[in-house]
């Protein structure tokens, strides 16, 4: 008697190695997809927090906007926000009551005179980018009370930003606002941000962009605005101390 040897042949095995590979493959590829379009969704995400964490800030401070008030009660919107440099690289700057400041630290104690109210210094300024292979610009947020000054760089992904002051005339009345635009781009692949245009020319699907726009009321400017004709007083007065 003699066994029976069982074996695979070499055209056997070359296929299931063929098999193999295409599996291989295709698992690979899902894999990789899935991880792309994972990257992408949490950088969306990423974008868009950070963009409206910035417009919340702007809206902050644009909403406590001041200026102090003239005594012949003529009042200028111009006066409340001064805009300088060539765009894109503007530079906002206005006086806005500070959020952090405690009490005594925005009121003085004095019982006669002037009790002037003290406001902070707000500049934002749109800066080049540092790297040459992210060619965006930063936005950086300075604030000046009683002569310490804090700065913080808000984004370095900022493709457009503005600041605009607009007179609107609802029910014909003359209302005034700052309008707000900001645009967050970014992307997963390096290739796309080489481009100055990319948020043109690039395919949307490797870009995560936010787009996002505000319109600020400013309340102390409108408080003046609606009653012509009050002097400035003792409570009503601001000043900006830088010491």
């Not at 997963?188 to 020319?201: G, P, R, V, Y």
Request: proline share 5%; charged share 20%.
């Amino acid at each position: 008697m003699t066994s029976k040897k069982t074996g695979f042949t070499f055209v056997e095995i070359m296929v299931v190695s063929a098999c193999l590979a295409l599996l291989a493959g295709t698992a690979f590829m899902l894999l990789r997809f899935s991880t792309r379009s994972s990257l992408q969704g949490m950088l969306r995400l990423e974008t868009t927090l950070e963009a409206r964490k910035i417009i919340r800030q702007v809206y902050a401070d644009l909403k406590l906007a001041c200026f102090p008030l003239p005594y012949d009660s003529v009042y200028n919107f111009d006066n409340v926000m001064y805009i300088t440099g060539v765009a894109p690289h503007n530079m906002y700057t206005f006086l806005s009551f500070p959020t952090h400041a405690r009490m005594n630290e925005i009121f003085s104690s004095q019982s006669s005179g002037v009790n002037y109210r003290e406001t902070a210094l707000i500049n934002y300024r749109i800066e080049p980018g540092t790297s040459p292979d992210r060619p965006f610009l930063k936005l950086t947020r300075e604030e000046t009370f009683k002569g310490q000054t804090t700065k913080k760089v808000l984004s370095e992904r900022v493709n457009f930003f503005e600041i605009k002051p607009v007179m609107l005339q609802p029910y014909g009345r003359n209302q005034f606002y700052f309008m707000v635009t900001l645009q967050l781009i970014d992307s997963i692949d390096a290739a796309d941000l080489k481009d100055k245009n990319c948020s043109s020319t690039a395919p949307k699907g490797n870009l995560a962009i936010a787009d996002f726009f505000d319109i600020v009321y400013p309340e102390f400017f409108h408080a003046a605005w609606n009653q012509p004709g009050i002097n400035p007083n003792w409570h009503t007065q601001i000043q900006f101390s830088d010491n």
